[in-house]
């Protein structure tokens, strides 16, 4: 029989952390803080539209880019938040999670050869996206000692002639990381200069603790080379629904437009009626939740604190990322040998890029009293390994 | 500082100081402070735990009894209220609107204990002019709390 399989897709690395996940679900009394999700159910008012639109049998296809309703309220939620405004008729699609859009900006944006610039460490899928879109991933490492910002003189080494993206992942998972308005100004100045265009996930923006999140296209020259992205899953705590959307230049979007229309069709129906909800009377929920996060990331790094583990102060999404090199293991060895002896289950930072390496992700999406009884585990664990020393 | 403070402690009042005030972002002695300022001035009325008393097998009767009355020359309700509320057995008096005066809850081991209070003592006040018994049969949410059910966290344990 012939190989039924595509190259490409053979040599793509399935994600790092399915050992971890095997050996956690397998033990009893596992705690884990490696979810990158929201602890919080769906805020009710949210659910029961949906409920509700089910109910009307308001059950069909919508048009390809997005309930016009909803692409209103889009428009006016970016305006409202972070001074943007897009067209709802030609500059916006609602996508299956922002991880759809990620892939279509890439697929309709580079060609054979294309170099897409991603900062690490960074969410999983972007490298990969980049790769099956045919394009040349070309990593940016980002250093602690940066607070894992992306400097302009970063940004300015890697560009070469074939560099036509850049992949913008702030907030940051998973180090927490947030790029300020003045950071942006600073790598803004570079883009432009190359001419480049940037992919600007915004997943985690509704979740930051020191100032309110600036986005890269609200920065003058960046508009029309940004492709903003964004979505329900973390700010509304609507993982399971399956919504994002992208905006953007009318030129990109329409033709990933394309891709998404004989892909996808449209995105799910009764979760488009829902998101309208979120973004109509769902800010105070938002702000709720915001302030619950930030507690437990005080509490987390006030814990680092009392055992001396080091660790930069994250101002955005949900997770922290302590440094453990201290310890002479590897980000894999620190995290199995943390889930054997105490049974907690962190994130390796290797999971995010080999510059993770020293470094582990854990998750504030988990109630006080787990993050209590986790944090007295890596103290004890943290304690011995010194003994041993 | 005052309503950061309370809305913590609404949902959960058994943290310790110390972890309020690392929680909060502030020192311990201002948390401290503000507590016991508000407690000094009854902003903080009372820290009260919610008991599924049915999973511990005690039998309890709760009811909730609307009462019509006529309000006292010179004191309104607050006179009626405070005859009312002063009996140990009942756990809360509401003024309400709408068709009848006060909410009271009441709580007794049997059926008849709440008749017998009802009858004997509510009913017999001068300014009572009638009442209507609500026997509550389940308990599902109190104090914003589900009762009956208990969350379990059913997220995929790893996710990148």
Known sequence: ?389 | MREKILTFIEKNSRIDLKELAIVLGVDEVTVMNELEKMEAEHVICGYHTIIDWDKVGIDKVTAMIEVRVTPQRGMGFDKVAERIYNYPEVNSVYLISGGFDFMVTLEGKTLRDVAQFVSDKLSALDSVLSTKTNFILKKYKDHGTVIAEQTKDERIQMIP
């Open chain 1, 1 to 389: 029989m012939r190989d039924p399989l595509n190259k490409t897709i053979v040599n793509i690395q399935p994600s790092g952390i399915r050992k971890f996940f095997d050996i956690v679900s397998e033990m009893e009394d596992a705690l884990s803080l490696g979810v990158g999700e929201p602890d919080f159910d769906t805020p009710w008012h949210i659910r029961d539209e949906g409920i509700y639109s089910l109910e009307k049998g308001k059950t069909h296809y919508t048009s390809n880019s997005g309930l016009k309703e909803l692409k209103v309220e889009i428009d006016r939620y970016l305006t409202r938040r972070y001074g943007l405004s897009y067209d709802p008729d030609a500059e916006i699609i609602v996508t299956v999670g922002g991880s759809e859009a990620i892939d279509i900006a890439m697929r309709a944006m580079l060609d054979p050869g294309d170099e897409v610039l991603i900062p690490q460490p960074s969410y999983v899928s972007y490298l990969p996206c980049a790769v099956l879109a045919n394009g040349t991933p070309v990593v940016i490492e980002l250093k602690a000692e940066n607070q894992f910002r992306l400097t302009a003189e970063e940004l300015e080494a890697a560009i070469t002639p074939k560099t036509k993206l850049l992949v913008l992942p702030f907030p940051n998972n998973p180090t927490g990381g947030v790029m300020e308005k003045k950071d942006l100004e600073a790598i803004a100045e570079v883009i432009i200069r190359h001419d480049l265009f940037v992919l600007s996930d915004e997943i985690y923006s509704e979740l930051t603790y020191l100032e309110n999140h600036v986005s890269i296209a609200s920065i003058p020259g960046m508009r029309e080379r940004t492709l903003v992205i964004n979505g329900f899953s973390k700010s509304y705590a609507m993982t399971g629904w399956r919504l994002g959307y992208v905006c953007g230049p009318e030129v990109i979007i329409q033709q990933m437009l394309k891709i998404h229309q004989y892909a996808i069709m449209c995105a799910p129906s009764t979760s488009q009626f829902a998101a309208v909800a979120a973004l109509k009377n769902g800010d105070a929920d938002v702000a709720g939740m915001r302030e619950e996060y930030n507690g437990r990331r005080r509490y987390l790094l006030h814990r680092f604190e009392e055992m001396g583990l080091s660790c930069f102060e994250p101002f955005g999404a949900f997770y922290v990322f302590p440094c453990i090199q201290e310890f002479g293991m590897t980000s894999e060895e620190f995290a199995t040998e943390l889930l054997k002896e105490q049974k907690l289950a962190v994130v390796p930072g290797t999971a995010f890029g080999a510059c993770g390496e020293g470094f582990i992700r854990i998750s504030y999406a988990y109630s006080l009293k787990n993050l209590k009884t986790a944090m007295d585990r890596m103290e004890t664990f943290v304690t011995e390994l010194r003994k041993r020393k």
